[in-house]
């Protein structure tokens, strides 16, 4: 049997547009704090909210965009979601108030959420359905990429050139998403359902995907740990004298994931979510505590590699059971339900760790946070994995037929 294609042009359009508005997202998101303090003079607890404030317009977006995207159809709704995110760089080149900032920090994050909620759901309707696992892989490359390259690219660009150049790179970002948007089709299944539909289901499913729930609350309980690192490892390194160490960890990490998705989508596809879920699990529990101990950058540095072989491949092999476990036509609600559960985790993780390291410090925190996904298998066994093989000799059944 012909195996059905997965690198279309469909696909690699979206995930470029993806890589592009997830670059510019998180650019922003490592030097606004900065920027409000050198410009406003602010306190960092402000500062802190000019950056943050951008998760909350994206989860904002989601929820807008998971319960429109039906009416409204992908392709429409990305052009929306990418048009509010450019226009909003252009604010960055006035001259305004630091409320106003947070305003503008906060449509765009609305706009980041409602355009990559888009991508996603295009891109899940375009992967053929018996590689929906490596597919999903290798598409949240680009959004990995983004997260390693993004800070690189922010820190790289201040110190050459001042705060405009980074805002010059976001909108030739969002400019570049928005030409090549226009090269998507996003019409792999009808475009619309009936508002008469619509209106006919319950609030809870008109906003999630009953469906996706189980495994975004997985999702939850391991993305919030994974906070630890994403808001405070650089801070941890410079505290245990390896500042040049902690300046690798993302590129480490992103590497990693790079070489190891495609294997481990493909496993998922023919073994199922439980053979890449619980070693994920174990793995990322296993790097927290190398991380919690490193007194050298070899040692530093290796926890990056097995964190990277953890979270890195259970990140994407939930996104992909969610899709997995929707009908099509839902899977852009889907895709908002389970990015909603892991926003919140990576926004709110920080507020109640930062008040957790003075009382433990950094080592303690990371070994806490070893227990908090040693415990997600048990959540991930009880949520979906019991049932995991049985739905996946059902998926081989339906393919084959």
Known sequence: MTEERLWTKEFITTSIVNFAIMLSMYLLLVTMATYAIETYHTSTSIAGLVSSVFIIGALIGRLYAGKQIERIGKKKML???????????????????????????????????????????????????????????????????????????????????EYSSIFVFSLLMGIISLILAFTIRG????????????????????????????????????????????????????????????????????????????????????????????????????????????????????????????YGNFQSCTQALAIKLTPIHRMGLANSTYFIFLDLALGLGPLILGSLIPIVGFRGMYLLLSAVIFSGLFVYYILHGKKDRELTQLDIKRISS
Do not use: W
């Not at 009953?210 to 410079?238: C, E, M, Q, R, W």
């Not at 050298?296 to 990056?304: C, D, V």
């Open 187 to 310: 019409s792999t299944i009808e475009e619309t359902i009936d508002d008469e539909v619509i209106q006919q289901r319950s609030f809870l499913s008109s906003f999630f995907e009953p469906k996706a729930i189980p495994i975004a609350i997985v999702t939850l309980v391991i993305a919030f740990a994974y906070s630890g690192i994403l808001s405070f490892i650089t801070t941890y390194a410079a505290n245990i004298n390896l500042t040049k160490a902690g300046g690798f960890y993302f590129f480490v990490y992103a590497i990693v994931i790079l070489f190891t998705r495609p294997f481990t989508g493909k496993l998922m596809d023919v073994k199922g979510a439980n053979s890449v879920a619980y070693p994920s699990i174990i793995l990322f529990s296993l790097g927290m505590i190398i991380i919690s101990q490193a007194n050298s950058s070899f040692i530093f540095l290796f926890g990056a590699v097995v964190i990277g072989l953890g």
């Open 79 to 161: 052009f929306i979601g990418i048009l509010i995110f450019v226009v909003m760089c252009f604010f960055y080149f006035l001259s305004v108030s630091l409320h106003v900032l947070i305003g503008i920090r906060l449509l765009q994050g609305i706009g980041a959420g409602i355009s990559t909620t888009a991508t996603g759901t295009i891109v899940s309707q375009a992967i053929p359905s018996k590689r929906k696992g490596e597919g999903i892989g290798y598409f949240s490359i680009s959004v990995v990429l983004a997260t390693a390259i993004g800070p690189l690219v922010g820190v790289g660009l201040l110190n050459i050139f």
